[in-house]
Structures are given as C-alpha cells and as structure tokens.
C-alpha cells in the first residue's frame, strides 16, 4: 500500500495552543523582578548635619515667676555671613499653670540682656568637632517690656507641665541681623514657674 503523504504534526495542538495562536497567555505571568530605585532621597536636614551645618540646643531654666518676663531667642548677628534656617523648636512649660506664650520675629539689636546658652552641639557628633555655629542661641528673664521693632507672628497657650513645638524643616529663616523669639509676657498673679526653650537649625552661606 503506498504511504500517505499526511504526516502527524511533531506537536499537539491544545486549548493552551489555541489561546496563545489568538494572543491570550492563559497561563499567570511571572512578576517583574523588583528593581531598586535609582535614586534614594535624603532629608535635607540629615545632609546638613553631614556637613557640619546643623545644630540644636536648649537654653537654661529661665524664671517666669510673678512680675518677670522670660524669653529664648535664636540670633543671627549682622555680619555672619549666613542664613539661619529653623527646623523645629520647642518650648517646656514646669509651672502647675497655663502661660501665654508669643512667638516673635524681629532685628536681632532689639534682643537686648540676654545671657548666650552654652548647651549647643552640632547634629553630627564627631571627636574631630564641627566648627561652632554663628546663630546664638539667648535666653533672659526680667521685668522688662516686651521687645520692640518686630512682630508677634503667634500667640499661644502653654499647658502646664506641658512641651509644645513644632517642626518647620526650614521654613522660617533668619537673615543676618535678625532673630526669632518665644516670648512670655510678664503676669502679676502667676505663681512660681520656669520654662525652657529648645531648637534645631541649619546654616548656609548667603550668597551660593
């Protein structure tokens, strides 16, 4: 008998066949290999520590008992050369009652008796240490007025034994000659009461 000329296909055509000869995979696909990003983002403030450019500190206690006034300023002199960018503050209330609080920024001249705290460190700890920042941090407690020449920005009211603050990551910023200040005004019937004000900033050149 002579042979056919058909021949068996080498493979089978399947419902699987059929679905991929029309375009459809019926089958999961694999996952995409997970890839890592190309770029990793740093807080600003973490490279300014890096850089020797971040620093934070407190002040002492600072007596706001009946009749005084007591604030912490963060200062930047005339002539520094550079621009004070506060990341966050706090301020601490150790009385058993609510003060008002106010938040001032004006002319660094106007922050006048004030003794230089000596409790500042740069963020990156270091036993080559960073050089010493030019913002000055101030405090001072007295029956003054309040500073003059500059603008309360906020009022507050500070619970008692309470912390309040706030992070800015650099949004409010200090010229040369200029300063940023919480303030507690004087009260004749306050009792017995202290605070401590604390902040984090970076510098930067004024000009690059």
Not at 47 to 58: A, D, E, P, T, V
Request: aromatic share 12%; net charge negative.
């Amino acid at each position: 008998m002579a042979k056919s000329s058909y021949s068996q296909p080498s493979y089978y055509f399947g419902m699987p066949d059929m679905y991929m000869q029309m375009g459809y995979y019926p089958f999961p696909t694999p996952s995409a290999p997970e890839q890592t990003p190309n770029q990793v983002m740093i807080p600003y403030a973490m490279s300014m520590s890096s850089h020797c450019r971040y620093f934070l500190g407190q002040t002492e206690k600072i007596d706001i008992s009946e009749g005084a006034q007591g604030f912490g300023a963060l200062v930047n002199p005339l002539r520094s050369g550079v621009q004070l960018y506060v990341n966050d503050w706090y301020v601490s209330n150790f009385s058993a009652q609510a003060v008002e609080m106010n938040i001032w920024f004006g002319p660094a001249r106007s922050v006048v008796g004030a003794k230089a705290s000596n409790q500042i460190t740069p963020g990156f700890v270091q036993l080559s240490p960073c050089p010493a920042p030019h913002g000055q941090l101030l405090f001072s407690s007295a029956d003054s007025a309040r500073p003059s020449n500059g603008s309360i920005a906020s009022t507050r009211i500070l619970p008692p034994m309470t912390t309040i603050g706030a992070e800015k990551n650099g949004h409010w910023i200090l010229s040369p000659g200029t300063a940023m200040m919480v303030h507690v005004p004087a009260q004749t019937e306050r009792e017995s009461a202290e605070m401590v004000f604390a902040i984090g900033w970076w510098e930067q050149p004024v000009f690059g």
